[in-house]
């Protein structure tokens, strides 16, 4: 299966502590990059959109040789630009073919996107859907499938288009089991 993963330019992946704006956790990010490479794992033929110096076993495509962040001509002021240029890019490759599904981490942006295709898109959703306009929501609720991260996440959005829940999951072989006193 061809699979593109919709990550973000604004930051790279893995996240590292220069690399990660104040404010800004690197969670979503490190997420895609983790079902990028798994996927990848598995033996799916993976594009993962991301920032270009991101490290993953999937295929690159970025808009930028580095993290808009650390790129002083863009940083995190110009950063909505840099992100719709690469989902507009992401699409235009889904349009012409180059996937069978396509696994974003934005919300609306995606969603305006995928309505245009006939390529699945589902969108798993890194933030409370609580601040975004119900009028927008109900809008995009079936123009895509949405993941949330946990079952709360979706309290009073039941119209939303829900696949299902699945919560954030860990590289366990990042770690070592140990008990500290």
Avoid at 36 to 60: I, M, P, W
Wanted: negative net charge; hydrophobic residues 35%.
């Amino acid at each position: 299966m061809s699979l593109a993963v919709l990550s973000s330019p604004v930051l790279t992946a893995p996240p590292t502590e220069r690399s990660v704006p104040p404010g800004w956790s690197g969670s979503p990010e490190n997420v895609m990059l983790q079902i990028a490479n798994g996927l990848s794992n598995r033996g799916h033929d993976v594009t993962l959109f991301a920032s270009g110096d991101t490290d993953t076993k999937a295929k690159l495509e970025s808009v930028g040789s580095q993290s808009s962040y650390e790129d002083p001509e863009i940083g995190v002021a110009g950063h909505k630009q840099h992100e719709l240029s690469l989902i507009a890019k992401c699409y235009e490759m889904a349009g012409k073919g180059a996937f069978d599904a396509v696994h974003s981490r934005y919300l609306t942006e995606s969603a305006a996107a995928a309505q245009l295709l006939k390529v699945p898109t589902i969108s798993t959703l890194h933030s409370p859907l609580h601040g975004t306009s119900e009028q927008i929501l109900r809008t995009i609720a079936n123009a895509q499938r949405y993941v949330s991260l946990s079952d709360r996440q979706r309290i009073g959005f039941e119209y939303m288009n829900f696949a299902d829940t699945i919560y954030n999951g860990v590289d366990s072989d990042l770690f070592s089991f140990g008990i500290k006193y």
